[in-house]
């Protein structure tokens, strides 16, 4: 699937430029920094601005060490680009081989984030912040994840997870499909995907992926989050070689986000805070 280049995001926010919400008389809450880029109900608005909500995220609370969980092959910037946007990126997966890919000039951590973080690599209180782009669908363990994620996390520092959702339609059958079936419809309509490509598919069980706060707050306060944020999306461009279906479900989207039917929604930004302690 391809996306539009990333975005930057209209701001709105109650703080000048080059001012770090550390030096404001009062730090901005995760809903107020995310109001403050003006999100769209659909899923495009997601993937163009999900680098410029980072390094928002990243200037208001004066965040500088991110840790992308998941990033393997395919991390979130280069060295030079991660050095030019003042972020230190440390690129986590969990299999050496993925590491291995990882464009050179960055650092990287070998750890499971739902596992038990034995690890020589792992770093307790060591991130200012955590990232990750479509990995938590593949995480067997979400809500260890989460409580991994809190232990990583500096005080104050502040985690993001874009994930996609059940019960959105085209994700539920993926989900419902057995995993031969639903890798032989990936790989034909995006041949990128195929074993050996640069985007493989893997096996997603969409442990806790939902779009809905009331769902997802019990677990992430007992994952140690007192200050959350869950940000919804509907659509998606899975149908866009499939004339017909392509705007049965197009239009079915759109009435599910004026609606606000969290149900069926397609994807999600899950944006936690650790306190500062």
């Known amino acids: 699937m391809s996306f539009a280049p990333a975005a930057t995001p209209r701001m709105s926010l109650d703080i000048t430029p080059g001012e770090t919400a550390t030096s404001a008389q009062a730090e901005p809450s995760l809903s107020r920094v995310f109001a403050g880029l003006a999100p769209d109900w659909h899923s495009d608005w997601a993937w163009e601005n999900y680098e410029a909500t980072i390094l928002a995220l990243a200037r208001h609370y004066g965040l500088r060490s991110v840790c992308e969980i998941g990033g393997g092959r395919d991390p979130l910037f280069t060295a030079a680009q991660a050095a030019q946007r003042g972020i230190d990126l440390i690129v986590n997966d969990i299999d050496a081989g993925e590491l291995a890919l990882t464009p050179s000039g960055l650092k990287t951590a070998r750890f499971d984030i739902a596992g038990d973080l034995s690890e020589p690599d792992v770093a307790h209180g060591g991130y200012d912040m955590m990232v990750s782009r479509m990995v938590f669908e593949h995480i067997d363990g979400v809500a260890q994840a989460w409580r991994n994620v809190h232990a990583l996390l500096a005080p104050g520092g502040v985690a993001l997870a874009f994930f996609p959702t059940l019960w959105a339609p085209v994700f539920a059958l993926n989900h419902l499909l057995p995993e031969k079936a639903s890798r032989a419809i990936v790989h034909a309509l ?87 302690g």
């Open 190 to 276: 995006f041949p990128s995907r195929r074993d050996g490509g640069g985007d493989p598919k893997f096996p997603a069980l969409y442990d806790w992926c939902r779009g809905n706060s009331r769902q997802l707050a019990p677990m992430l306060k007992q994952a140690g989050f007192s200050e959350m944020h869950v940000q919804p999306f509907w659509g998606h461009g899975y149908f866009e070689r499939l004339p017909g279906l392509r705007e049965v479900d197009k239009a079915f989207n759109a009435l599910a986000a004026k609606t606000r039917w969290h149900f069926v929604t397609t994807y999600a930004y899950v944006l936690v805070r650790k306190e500062r």
